[in-house]
């Protein structure tokens, strides 16, 4: 199992803007996936992308994957105020822990 | 997605008694369940790994005892707290995985133990 860390810690921006996360790891991987948590509830799966692909798009969100620097983005395009959560992501690799790193929180101003 | 259905949604309790946490997978069998814990504005913690039929694997640091984790069906997962304390309060979050696939989360439990 390994860690995913999220960068930044906290973003804040306007809503209608885009939003850009980044998600680092250590080791090879068979896929990565993204999570929402609202403040106080579960977390939402929002995609997964293999260590075959490169980009992936759903809705407002579109995925990268740079398996030679070991980092994947989540780019929300035109944010709104219900985007509002923190953000993590899950790098697994063979084994099927998922070890969560700090998240991004993501605030978006009405 | 696949819905995990975690019961219930929170709990207060008296200091010392026992509380049960159940975590079902309504429309597939997880083969893997995983139960975190979350304090405010913290990431989760990942505190166990029970597969069906079979005893848990507990994180380091994480008192089996204590928190006792039972995965009698290949849908149902239960956390029960023992003798529960006030630094036992917190969020409790379960998730659901199929072999090789994504990892579903509970709607989580906030247990206050007064």
Known sequence: ???GEEDPQALSIQEGE???????????????????????????????????????????LRVTLDTSKKSSSLLITASR?????????????????????????????? | GAVVSQHPSWVICKSGTSVKIECRSLDFQATTMF??????????????????????????GVEKDKFLINHASLTLSTLTVTS??????????????VTAGEAFFGQGTRLTVV
Request: charged share 20%; with cysteine; aromatic share 12%.
């Open chain 1, 18 to 60: 885009n939003a850009t996360m980044n998600c680092s790891y250590k080791t090879s991987i068979n896929n990565l996936q993204w999570y929402r948590q609202n403040s106080g509830r579960g977390l939402v799966h929002l995609i997964l992308i293999r260590s075959n692909e490169r980009e992936k798009h759903s809705g407002r």
């Open chain 1, 81 to 110: 105020a219900a985007d509002t959560a923190s953000y993590f992501c899950a790098p697994t690799s063979g084994t099927y822990k998922y070890i969560f790193g700090t998240g991004t929180r993501l605030k978006v101003l009405a």
């Open chain 2, 84 to 97: 529960a304390h006030p630094e036992d309060s917190s969020f409790y979050i379960c998730s659901a995985r």
């Open chain 2, 35 to 60: 139960w975190y814990r979350q304090f405010p504005k913290q990431s989760l913690m990942l505190m166990a790994t029970s597969n069906e039929g079979s005893k848990a694997t507990y994180e380091q």
């Open chain 1, 1 to 3: 199992s390994q860690q």
